[in-house]
């Protein structure tokens, strides 16, 4: 079933791809925003009109709808704080100059952009953290097909061994990417798949090897300790790596999520992560709270199950189509 579920959607991605430009990829991002623009812009809006007067009320109001929509508590102060320092130093004084003012102080929040790239050394490992039902299957599967269609040699390994499920799919998005899958079967020990996966990858000359692994968090300890050996045997077996630790947290979780990254984060340190369903959240706000409450790059964000979309975080493009609503251009 699965199987043919991927293949009905392949030439939906194929056209997606060959019409996508920049301006396609904003309305994209722009309509895969509307459930959090809804919750964000609309309200947002009605208090930032012309003629009222900017008081410590509003800047409260302020505050609880950025709450609302998940940027999370210390992340929100912080930058209610940056906005009052402004709002001061600019001599502000109605709220309708406080939208650009929020715009540009929610993008010094984000910081520069760290897109995910791979470098000279091979293979490059990039191992990927996550609670299941994250979307970790499927954004493996994506990044395999996109370093393949750049023309990269591609290697990924089972290492959630304990879902016979978890490994068959990956199977399915490893044929249809046109990647080699390195699995141990179903309780085999993790690290050592992992193990030999990285010893597959020298010997076949790969370019990336992308690792799975389990996600469990209801048995926390003994799946941290798991995660940390993982990280310990990729350094042993190959230097420097993981070269990248990406963690894919759901978008419609809110603030589980950054919960859940900070337990990651203590197991091996998260260098990137990637947010997936946005489209089907009112609290994408989680996105601009991630980096300041963990210290890690947003570097991918979903907005749907299409191959191509899963991309490089671009934060001026996020808060743009934030700010601009249905049928205004940026």
Same mark, same amino acid.
């Given at each position: 079933?699965?199987?043919?579920?991927?293949?009905?959607?392949?030439?939906?991605?194929?056209?997606?791809?060959?019409?996508?430009?920049?301006?396609?990829?904003?309305?994209?991002?722009?309509?895969?925003?509307?459930?959090?623009?809804?919750?964000?812009?609309?309200?947002?809006?009605?208090?930032?009109?012309?003629?009222?007067?900017?008081?410590?009320?509003?800047?409260?109001?302020?505050?609880?709808?950025?709450?609302?929509?998940?940027?999370?508590?210390?992340?929100?102060?912080?930058?209610?704080?940056?906005?009052?320092?402004?709002?001061?130093?600019?001599?502000?004084?109605?709220?309708?100059?406080?939208?650009?003012?929020?715009?540009?102080?929610?993008?010094?929040?984000?910081?520069?952009?760290?897109?995910?790239?791979?470098?000279?050394?091979?293979?490059?490992?990039?191992?990927?953290?996550?609670?299941?039902?994250?979307?970790?299957?499927?954004?493996?599967?994506?990044?395999?097909?996109?370093?393949?269609?750049?023309?990269?040699?591609?290697?990924?390994?089972?290492?959630?061994?304990?879902?016979?499920?978890?490994?068959?799919?990956?199977?399915?998005?490893?044929?249809?990417?046109?990647?080699?899958? &390195?699995?141990? #079967?179903? =309780? /085999? %020990?993790?690290?050592?798949? @992992?193990?030999?996966?990285?010893?597959?990858? !020298?010997?076949?000359?790969?370019?990336?090897?992308?690792?799975?692994?389990?996600?469990?968090?209801?048995?926390?300890?003994?799946?941290?300790?798991?995660?940390?050996?993982?990280?310990?045997?990729?350094?042993?077996?190959?230097?420097?790596?993981?070269?990248?630790?990406?963690?894919?947290?759901?978008?419609?979780?809110?603030?589980?999520?950054?919960?859940?990254?900070?337990?990651?984060?203590?197991?091996?340190?998260?260098?990137?992560?990637?947010?997936?369903?946005?489209?089907?959240?009112?609290?994408?706000? &989680?996105?601009? #709270?991630? =980096? /300041? %409450?963990?210290?890690?790059? @947003?570097?991918?964000?979903?907005?749907?199950? !299409?191959?191509?979309?899963?991309?490089?975080?671009?934060?001026?493009?996020?808060?743009?189509?934030?700010?601009?609503?249905?049928?205004?251009?940026?």
């Amino acid at each position: 079933m699965l199987r043919n579920l991927f293949k009905s959607r392949d030439k939906d991605d194929v056209e997606s791809d060959a019409g996508d430009t920049q301006e396609n990829w904003f309305n994209r991002l722009k309509s895969g925003l509307t459930k959090t623009r809804n919750q964000f812009l609309s309200q947002l809006s009605g208090l930032l009109g012309v003629g009222r007067k900017i008081d410590e009320d509003l800047m409260e109001e302020i505050e609880e709808i950025l709450i609302q929509s998940d940027v999370g508590v210390d992340t929100t102060l912080t930058l209610m704080d940056n906005v009052r320092e402004r709002v001061k130093a600019e001599g502000l004084s109605d709220s309708s100059a406080l939208a650009s003012v929020l715009k540009s102080e929610i993008l010094n929040l984000l910081g520069e952009d760290v897109p995910l790239a791979i470098k000279a050394e091979k293979p490059w490992t990039i191992l990927v953290l996550g609670v299941n039902g994250a979307g970790k299957t499927t954004t493996i599967g994506k990044l395999a097909s996109r370093f393949i269609t750049d023309g990269h040699r591609v290697v990924v390994a089972a290492g959630d061994t304990f879902r016979a499920a978890a490994e068959d799919q990956l199977a399915i998005w490893c044929e249809r990417a046109g990647a080699e899958l &390195i699995r141990g #079967g179903e =309780n /085999a %020990e993790p690290a050592s798949v @992992v193990f030999d996966a990285i010893h597959a990858a !020298k010997h076949r000359n790969a370019d990336v090897l992308i690792v799975d692994t389990a996600g469990r968090l209801h048995t926390k300890k003994p799946l941290m300790d798991e995660l940390s050996k993982i990280g310990r045997v990729m350094a042993k077996a190959q230097a420097n790596a993981p070269h990248e630790v990406l963690l894919v947290v759901d978008g419609t979780v809110g603030q589980n999520a950054l919960m859940q990254a900070k337990i990651f984060n203590d197991a091996v340190p998260i260098t990137g992560v990637a947010v997936t369903k946005l489209d089907g959240t009112a609290k994408g706000g &989680i996105v601009i #709270g991630v =980096n /300041a %409450e963990i210290g890690a790059p @947003v570097k991918l964000i979903g907005i749907g199950e !299409k191959i191509d979309d899963l991309r490089d975080f671009a934060g001026a493009d996020f808060v743009e189509a934030l700010f601009t609503s249905e049928g205004e251009k940026a």
